[in-house]
């Protein structure tokens, strides 16, 4: 099984300022990569997939970078509603398996 | 507008057995790979199963291999999940999920969830 490892487990930022969350994987998972945001109480929503492909309606502050093992969210100019946890996701083709990193809550400073 | 609904949570007894339903709209169902996710209370994500359009290939995480089972209905735009010997660790709010993007396998729309609580 692929384990994805978050970090960190906790990031104070201010508004107006840049947040960079890492996600590793425990073996390459190539551009098969992708970012959520989930508020309390919320489903979660598709941020970035494929490392760095920003998904339907999300806004140009939200980045990904990254590939193989090693991966990034960036979000400049923190806007209160960014406030939330981040959870990446591996999707690896074959043999089909799916995993989330344990998330990263993104609080305000 | 796409709308993904779960019904069909709520308590269960250690092994008993719950069918959770989920009624898909504003969009041509059979079109896509479907899944299940859930989230333990306070706790991270994690993939449960997910299933082709034509319901021919299904994939499991680990844990639920040979207890759950994931159908659909195209029919009636719906997607089912049978969770039978039902365990404390099952508790979590189930999202039915759509894996909407082409050639890669991520969710772009999510229910609002329902939960299932395992306990005596």
């Known amino acids: 099984e692929i384990v994805m490892t978050q970090s960190p487990a906790t990031l104070s930022v201010s508004p107006g300022e840049t947040a960079t969350l890492s996600c590793r994987a425990s073996?390459?998972?190539?551009?098969?990569l992708a970012w959520y945001q989930q508020k309390l109480g919320q489903a979660p929503r598709l941020l970035i997939y494929?490392?760095?492909t920003r998904a339907t309606g999300i806004p140009a502050r939200f980045s990904g970078s990254g590939s193989g093992t090693e991966f990034t969210l960036t979000i400049s100019s923190l806007q209160p509603e960014d406030f939330a946890v981040y959870y990446c996701q591996q999707y690896n083709p074959w043999p089909p398996s799916i995993t989330f990193g344990q998330g990263t809550r993104l609080e305000i400073k | 507008e796409v709308q993904l609904v779960e019904s069909g949570g709520g308590l269960v007894q250690p092994g008993g057995s719950l069918r959770l339903s989920c009624a898909a709209s504003g969009f041509t169902f059979s079109s896509y790979w479907m899944a299940w996710v859930r989230q333990a209370p306070g706790k991270g994500l994690e993939w449960v199963a997910n299933i082709k359009q034509d319901g021919s290939e299904k994939y499991y995480v680990d844990s639920v291999k040979g207890r759950f089972t994931i159908s659909r209905d195209n029919a009636k735009n719906s997607l089912y999940l049978q969770m039978n010997s039902l365990r404390a660790e099952d508790t979590a709010v189930y999202y039915c999920a759509r894996d909407g993007v082409p050639a890669v396998t991520v969710f772009d729309y999510w229910g609002q969830g329902t939960l299932v609580p395992v306990s005596s």
């Open positions: 073996q390459s998972v190539n551009s098969n």
């Open positions: 494929s490392a760095s």
